[in-house]
């Protein structure tokens, strides 16, 4: 990995969020704007609104002109305060687009003497990076690219974890938790089965995460489908019939992108492509429902979090919380430090009481790998993560970030979200 | 409405739950469990496990044994700590079943002593309190009867609402709150729509609530589509549609039981009934999707909240707690007075700060009746409840329930749920 010169470089920062939402992506955001306005090298600290997308549009925020209350207060708040986006910059499929927008992304750069660059994102959001570090290099603009992490899904590599992660895994299973005890309240002699639907596209780390719902052997979640084992529907039926009869009630926790044995997605519209051209998904839950009802004749109901859980900060978690503006700081530090083209990672400390510190790692061994999960994590039979994956999760979901409450709701913090004035004419 | 004599009556009180739990209807056992452990007329507490039918079953816990710290930590746990049931009893399709269900719950009263029975429930629930208070009349035997109010529905007639209402109704505008954030830092040029699916055969109460999580003119939810309003698909789009063009998102809350306009469900299975012979709905939120992304071309996502809003007492309204509570010891200090035939219901005190206090109505006129959103609590178009609405909803959210935390999960009341000895034959 290049390294730019260790020199004093000044200049303004440029931070922007990408990618879906996560309930701590704004605690990140903070913690960039904090570190920033700490640092003598950074004169100003600017916001790209909507990603990427933004900083082409020479959208930018003036976070400067913020209350530190709301810089404080974003570490409550769900949701991309600066917006976000999915837009990928396409060498491959969109080469003369590609180049385009690359001369545009650098004109904005030097119009508004952007010397340090931050992007908080997942895989493809740190291919985006990457390319932007390797441009400024090639061009020979001085400019420190650092990413930082950012996915409910877990699966980016070379990080112990995600920002994000902690805090849907502890929403998830306080959901299962909960709607466990209703159901089993419910549950008379006929029995009834409840299915739940998580995110997680190819990745089992959010389904996985419920598994600490269970405090009993006997505790629901009783089964987890998992992204990664290929789908099983006579094995998977007995054991719904097994559960049933032996509690009267059975919770089911399925990934969204649960698999079947040919590798083709359980229940996908292939029809409908987001703009990675990954086939959307919908209703694992509902597909599995029918079967269990047809099949088994038993009573089920379905419940699909999407969007509620992966910005569910009324119920985040601390530690993730914590580490999220940890991460922010740290990219902060290392950019002005001389640091390019790293992301920021989580690394575990050792020792009987959880904590954690940040490192760095080469975007080019990240960008578009990703970190599924392990298969001796899961039970033999592929139902139910094991002992090793409680083990790692159980910290990341401990304590409860305190959220201000106004008419009985939460008080989130609004970005006052000042322009900064333009430089340059439209982009073309 | 009979009144037994008002002399002291000295026995055993038996206290059961029914139909779908609520985030607070342990909250009212709680209440119950309190307030007949300080009257010298009460001299056993026993709970009917699975309501009705365990006490058909002669399946009693004795709540006398239970931990006074677990008692009071059932005001923040969700479902029915005692096991709830559907079970009718149905003088008009099966009567001499219904004859012999009731001959044999007299019986259970008899051999246990019970001669205080509270059951908390909604309409079906309330209907089988009636016919046990008409035919303790009927047989001369010393019992009163008061019904506790639980639904989340909010439809029951004669209280000013009913407790596990306001918790609902905080969760999911809360919920609503945060899914907009997060769609509304993802809206870009190209526009998505988020429909939410909540509870709601045929009241829109729930779907109403979402209301409060609206505190600017522009903020979601955009449409609240109400099980009362006959849907029109066209009138509909033509919003979604004007919505996306003004702020690039849409938020759509729907009531699981939306009307077409020959009063027909909107995306009801009618193969299949619940105990009580209702249609059995699902599907609201994606039936809505398939219409908005076809017709409109407009990225469409669902959330499905199902079980999970109504067990959310992580989330839980600290009024709706509390008025829970007090509905429970009400009904206890009711019957002890020598009132049975009875419903304990909420009235709203005047004054500028919300208030209530606990009442009495007669049974008679409250099973079975449904109380629905009034028309006029609407706005003329049908898409949102209006300021009378949420004057009246506003205050019953107010509040957060501590719930204390065990590894980052919240800490529910486990009953140790000891068997009271069965005196007689099993029921045949």
């Known amino acids: 990995m290049l390294r730019l010169r260790m020199a004093e470089l000044i200049g303004n920062l440029l931070v922007a969020q990408s990618g879906g939402p996560t309930a701590v992506i704004n605690s990140s955001l903070a913690g960039v704007v904090q570190e920033a306005g700490r640092n003598p090298c950074v004169s ?88 932007i570090h390797l441009e400024a290099v090639r061009r020979g603009y001085e400019m420190r690219v650092i990413g930082v992490p950012k996915t409910i899904d877990n699966d980016l590599p070379h990080t112990d974890h995600c920002p994000g992660y902690g805090s849907v895994a502890k929403y998830n299973a306080c959901t299962v938790m909960e709607i466990a005890a209703d159901v089993s309240s419910m549950a008379t002699d006929d029995g009834s089965c409840c299915i739940i639907e998580v995110m997680g596209r190819s990745a089992g780390w959010i389904a996985a995460g419920t598994v600490l719902a269970k405090r009993e052997p006997g505790s629901a979640p009783h089964i987890i489908l998992l992204p990664e084992i290929p789908f099983n529907e006579e094995v998977f039926l007995a054991r719904v019939s097994e559960t049933i009869r032996a509690l009267r009630y059975c919770i089911v926790v399925v990934g969204e992108g649960l698999k079947k044995a040919d590798g083709s997605e359980y229940s996908a519209d292939k029809s409908r492509l987001d703009a990675f051209g990954h086939p959307l998904l919908s ?146």
């Not at 933004?54 to 991309?80: C, Q, S, V, Y």
């Not at 090793?388 to 959220?403: M, Q, T």
């Open 44 to 131: 100003r600290v600017y916001g790209g609104r909507n990603g990427i997308l933004g900083i082409l549009n020479e959208n930018l925020a003036d976070m400067g002109r913020e209350r530190p209350e709301t810089i404080e207060a974003l570490k409550h708040t769900p949701a991309a305060a600066l917006g976000t986006c999915r837009y990928k910059i396409d060498f491959k499929k969109k080469p003369e687009k590609a180049a385009r927008d690359m001369d545009r992304l650098f004109q904005v750069f030097q119009a508004h003497n952007i010397r340090y660059f931050l992007y908080a994102g997942g895989n493809d959001s740190q291919d985006t990076a990457d390319k």
């Open 283 to 428: 209703g694992a839950a509902d597909a599995l429902a029918e079967v269990v009802y047809g099949r088994l004749n038993t009573k089920t109901r379905t419940v699909k979090l999407g969007y509620a859980q992966r910005s569910a900060a009324h119920y985040a978690s601390a530690t993730d919380a914590a580490e999220a503006a940890a991460c922010g700081e740290a990219a902060v530090r290392a950019a002005v430090e001389g640091k390019s083209g790293f992301m920021v990672k989580i690394i575990r400390r050792g020792g009987a009481k959880y904590s954690s510190t940040t490192g760095l790692h080469s975007l080019s061994d990240i960008a578009n790998v990703e970190h599924l999960l392990p298969r001796d994590w899961v039970s033999e039979d592929g139902f139910m993560p094991n002992e090793k994956f409680i083990e790692y999760a159980r910290p990341l979901i401990e304590g409860e970030v305190k959220v201000p409450a106004e008419g009985g709701l939460p008080k989130f913090a609004v970005l006052q979200n000042k322009s900064v004035p333009r430089l340059l004419p439209a982009r073309t």
